[in-house]
């Protein structure tokens, strides 16, 4: 797990100056539909609520 914090701290050196910021929850979307990371890809970026986000390999389903 990578946390909030320093996934702030490497990508714009600093905290949100709000607590409530979706900024990284939106970076975090697009990098997951950029990247097609989902069940069919074999990879899931999970968000783990309040803490961080995780990079999860999963068993793609048979049949689509």
């Known amino acids: 797990m990578v946390t909030r914090e320093r996934l702030y701290a ?5 905290l949100p100056s709000s607590p409530k910021s979706r900024k990284l929850d939106v ?3 697009n990098v997951r539909r950029k990247l ?3 069940p069919d890809s074999g990879f899931l970026l999970r968000s783990i609520y309040r803490r961080g986000y995780e990079l999860n390999e999963v068993t793609p389903q048979a049949g689509g």
Not at 10 to 14: A, C, E, I, T, Y
């Open 10 to 14: 490497v990508l714009w050196g600093d």
């Open 27 to 29: 970076c975090v979307s």
């Open 36 to 38: 097609g990371l989902g």
